[in-house]
């Protein structure tokens, strides 16, 4: 095995690692360490998000991105360059539901198939890190 086959190897396992420390269900994990893990299987990633509260995640490639939804069952691929990036900046004055910041990648593609991955803050202590996810998203879509 080569030096880029081991590093790709240490972030599926990396990848998979932080997917097992999300409070999901049992049938959830085993999709993850089952049917995605075959999938990334000789992949390269670059690297990867996990949404808490929805069990989802987002795997950045380095010409594409994938989407996995464990609710649905489904894996959804979707080439970088139909991604683009959003930022709502309302810290001078938060929206009606109390949102300071707002990002959002979001993919032009047919509708059911869209990816509309988010993030937002309602906390000054929050920004820093929603700043940081962007600046991390900008330098992928821009890589």
Not at 15 to 23: I, K, T
Not at 39 to 65: C, M, P, W, Y
Not at 86 to 104: K, Y
Request: with cysteine; glycine share 4%; proline share 3%.
């Amino acid at each position: 095995m080569n030096r880029e086959e081991a590093i790709s190897q240490l972030r599926i396992q990396e990848y998979l690692d932080d997917v097992s420390e999300m409070d999901i269900t049992h049938s959830h994990s085993q999709w993850y360490n089952v049917d995605v893990a075959a999938l990334l299987n000789g992949s390269r990633i670059v690297g990867h998000e996990l949404d808490k509260q929805t069990g989802s995640s987002l795997i950045f490639l380095r010409r594409s991105a994938i989407l996995c939804c464990p609710d649905t069952g489904r894996i959804h691929h979707y080439p970088k360059n139909l991604i683009h990036c959003f930022v709502d900046d309302n810290r001078s004055s938060p929206d009606s539901e109390g949102i300071l910041m707002r990002a959002e990648l979001f993919s032009i593609s047919p509708n059911q198939e869209q990816l509309c991955w988010e993030c937002c803050c309602r906390s000054e202590l929050e920004v820093p890190d929603i700043q940081s996810k962007v600046s991390r998203w900008l330098s992928w879509l821009n890589s």
